[in-house]
Nanobody
Framework: VQLQASGGGLVHDGGFLRLPCVASGFTLEPWAIGWFRQFPGKERETVSCISSREGTLYYADAVKGRFTISKDNAENTVYLQLNSVKPEDKAVYYC???????????????WGQGTLVTVSS
């Protein structure tokens, strides 16, 4: 049972990137999924969350209007679309699952290895 974030890499300031979060060993559909990021020396912060039925979304103020979370149940994948990327978006991005929709990272589980997003100015 695992969630794996991928798709990170080098993106230009103002560019875009799509990060997939793929589930293996379980079905994503019943779970809320969150995307988080961690800066060096800082605590993990919540970026965006999507409820199990995709009716409820959450975005951190820092990414609102630029990032979009979506869920593809057929592909068992949740995506985080990063648009208008800024240098301050450089971080390791993680995804995780929760029994209920919440923006609190400590209520999520099945943390996989993160994916590094680097921004060039």
């Amino acid at each position: 049972v695992q969630l794996q974030a991928s798709g990170g890499g080098l993106v230009h300031d103002g560019g875009f990137l799509r990060l997939p979060c793929v589930a293996s060993g379980f079905t994503l559909e019943p779970w809320a999924i969150g995307w988080f990021r961690q800066f060096p020396g800082k605590e993990r912060e919540t970026v965006s969350c999507i409820s199990s039925r995709e009716g409820t979304l959450y975005y951190a103020d820092a990414v609102k209007g630029r990032f979009t979370i979506s869920k593809d149940n057929a592909e068992n994948t949740v995506y985080l679309q990063l648009n208008s990327v800024k240098p301050e978006d450089k971080a390791v991005y993680y995804c995780a699952a929760s029994i209920q929709f919440t923006m609190h990272a400590n209520e999520y589980f099945n943390w996989g290895q993160g994916t590094l997003v680097t921004v060039s100015s």
